[in-house]
């Protein structure tokens, strides 16, 4: 298949590289999940960053807990734990927080975003049954799986599995199945990645497993908010549970990787975490906060609850914040802070 049907393909859904929401926009509350069984238009949204230097947080230490008693520095700034990390206001391209937020490290299963929005771009019947195949078996990393070699289950269910419980098997799945084939589906990846503008994106999978897949927090800032626009992606990245029947008929509950979408303070749009050993503990979300959403990239976190320890000092730090009004963001005064680098 040439890189060039394909991109007319793609660009049939209508591609619009999008700056800031309007204002109409900005006052929207969130939208609430819906159950839509048909693929949203592939709007691409690129949000304009306008740089905001913040001091860097303290350096990673092993005898750090994942507690939110010392949440702040004595400057009040969040004492962030990942390596690298990006949060920006969607619909203004303001950059609240970063650190590293330009380099390229391995992205993990955050992939699986890609791998929805490059499925669902084609259209295929979500009723329709997919097998896992010995294919779909993990020979990389060696990570187990429910879904047993000779699984069935709908497009549909590969694809919540997939975002939701981050199940490798499901997103093998749902590229080797794509139409053409997996090096089909590698084209469509790379021309998205070019569409939505990821400079510093490289993905050679579906899954993550694959440690050459790299992306920046920056870039990622601007998947996850093109991932918003797909209804589905919102849905199912966001489910707490879902029960499928696997292989010889028994039922089987699978759980979402990320605790706070349970969470009562959280109003999450869109989801998604990952791990392997090359990239650490990641996460990015797009949440709501202060009546606007938030691009939040959190990248190399290496303990168990750091990444969503990182999350909630960010969203305390935006709540202190939100409380002094009368000053800017850019006036909290954080002495010596590094930029992206």
């Not at 962030?80 to 949060?87: D, G, T």
Request: with cysteine; proline share 4%.
């Amino acid at each position: 298949m040439r890189v060039s049907q394909i991109l007319l393909g793609l660009m049939s859904a209508v591609f619009l590289v999008v700056t800031p929401l309007s204002a109409e926009a900005a006052s929207k509350k969130p939208v609430a999940k819906t159950s839509t069984k048909a693929p949203a238009s592939s709007k691409l949204t690129k949000p304009v960053a306008k740089k905001v230097k913040l001091a860097p947080s303290s350096v990673r230490s092993k005898q750090f807990k994942p507690v939110l008693e010392n949440d702040f520095d004595k400057e009040g700034n969040p004492l962030i734990r990942s390596s690298a990390f990006f949060v920006q206001d969607v619909n203004t391209g303001e950059v609240l927080l970063e650190r590293n937020a330009s380099a390229p490290q391995p992205i993990a299963s955050i992939t699986k975003l890609m791998t929805a929005m490059v499925v669902l771009d084609a259209h295929q019947n979500l009723s329709e049954i997919i097998e896992v195949s010995d294919d779909d078996v993990d020979r990389l990393k060696g990570t187990s799986s429910r879904l047993a070699v000779g699984t069935q289950l709908s497009r549909e269910d590969m694809l919540r599995l997939a975002l939701m419980a981050s199940e490798n098997r499901a997103a093998s799945s749902l590229a080797r199945s794509y139409p053409g084939g997996m090096n089909a589906f590698l084209e469509a990846v790379a021309v998205k990645i070019s569409l939505m503008g990821l400079h510093d994106t490289r993905i050679f999978d579906g899954t993550g497993l694959n440690k050459n897949n790299v992306s920046s927090a920056r870039d990622l800032a601007t998947l996850v908010a093109n991932a918003s626009r797909y209804p589905l992606i919102r849905e199912f990245s966001t489910a707490s549970e879902h029960t499928v029947a696997l292989k010889g008929g028994r039922s089987h509950t699978f759980h979402s990787t990320n605790s706070l979408v349970k969470s009562p303070d959280w109003q999450i749009d869109v989801q998604k975490t990952g791990y392997i050993s090359e990239s650490g503990k990641c996460l990015v979300m797009q949440a709501w906060m202060g009546n606007k959403p938030l691009a939040i990239v959190l990248l190399d976190s290496w303990g168990r609850y750091t990444r969503v320890g990182d999350a909630q000092r960010i969203r305390k730090w935006l709540e202190t914040m939100a409380m002094h009004r009368s000053q800017p963001v850019a006036s909290a005064g954080h002495p010596g802070l590094s930029h992206s680098n």
